[in-house]
Nanobody
Framework: VQLQASGGGLVQAGGSLRLSCAASGRFVRTISNNGVGWFRQAPGTEREFVASIGWRGQMTNYADSVKDRFTITRDNAKNTVYLQMNSLKPEDTAVYYC?????????????????WGQGTLVTVSS
């Protein structure tokens, strides 16, 4: 399965962006049965967990740094997962990646994820 993240850009602090993660390819149906997560990586730092969602969308998991600001949702009919980011801060600046989990839950560990997409850059100016 191929994943394409989009929706990044430049925004002022306090603004909002919505990222999309669209799946395509031969095994695209697997995304509907698996958890999907968002991770981010800022320059000079390790990739960190942001949010994840279980296969039916009823289970979600968030990093403490984004709780109450970010919301992850999914539309299995469109094979797409979204990350709504509100009240953005300069420290949210990073390349954001989506990934499909090896199981159906909302995992937070990178090693729980099997397929990774190319990232989309989010830049938040102060």
């Amino acid at each position: 399965v191929q994943l394409q993240a989009s929706g990044g850009g430049l925004v002022q602090a306090g603004g909002s962006l919505r990222l999309s993660c669209a799946a395509s390819g031969r095994f695209v149906r697997t995304i509907s049965n698996n958890g999907v997560g968002w991770f981010r990586q800022a320059p000079g730092t390790e990739r960190e967990f942001v949010a994840s969602i279980g296969w039916r969308g009823q289970m979600t998991n968030y990093a403490d740094s984004v709780k109450d600001r970010f919301t992850i949702t999914r539309d299995n009919a469109k094979n797409t997962v979204y990350l709504q980011m509100n009240s953005l801060k300069p420290e949210d600046t990073a390349v954001y990646y989506c990934a499909v989990s090896r199981n159906s839950g909302a995992a937070s560990r990178p090693d729980s994820y099997a397929s990774w997409g190319q990232g989309t850059l989010v830049t938040v100016s102060s």
